[in-house]
């Protein structure tokens, strides 16, 4: 019993609270590589600059939204030309002949509403 006492001191282990803290220690592992590698990724300036464009909320005005309606039309009208599957569907060929007219009757709306809006 002695003994026990006499170690336990002599490592500094005979009050509990020292012993909790000391056997904590020894018994933590350090942090394996794959650990690692996981907070580098999470910490990366890459990974904050990728949440900071895609997360944040775009500012749009009125002159992004109606040009970039425009270039979502006329991709459709180069894929009506070049993808075979709806070659000739007449009813994806009147939309986009619709949707057309409709951009063009919105831009004279907003030159002449808005006149400054471009």
């Known amino acids: 019993m002695r003994y026990k006492n006499l170690m336990q001191e002599?490592?500094?282990i005979a009050n509990k609270d020292q012993k909790k803290k000391i056997t904590k220690k020894a018994i933590?592992?350090?942090?394996?590589?794959?650990?690692?590698i996981q907070k580098e990724i999470?910490?990366?300036?890459?990974?904050?600059?990728?949440?900071?464009?895609?997360?944040?909320?775009?500012?749009?005005?009125l002159r992004t939204v109606y040009y970039g309606l425009g270039d979502?039309?006329?991709?459709?009208?180069w894929l009506l030309k070049r993808y075979t599957?709806?070659?000739?569907?007449?009813?994806?060929?009147?939309?986009?002949?619709?949707m057309r007219k409709m951009h063009d009757k919105l831009y004279k709306h907003l030159n002449k509403t808005y006149g400054n809006w471009d």
């Open 28 to 36: 933590s592992k350090p942090p394996s590589l794959i650990q690692k």
């Open 10 to 12: 002599m490592y500094g």
């Open 42 to 61: 999470n910490t990366s300036p890459a990974k904050q600059l990728i949440r900071e464009e895609l997360l944040e909320e775009q500012v749009l005005d």
């Open 72 to 77: 979502q039309i006329e991709n459709l009208g």
């Open 85 to 98: 599957p709806i070659e000739g569907d007449r009813v994806i060929e009147k939309t986009y002949k619709d």
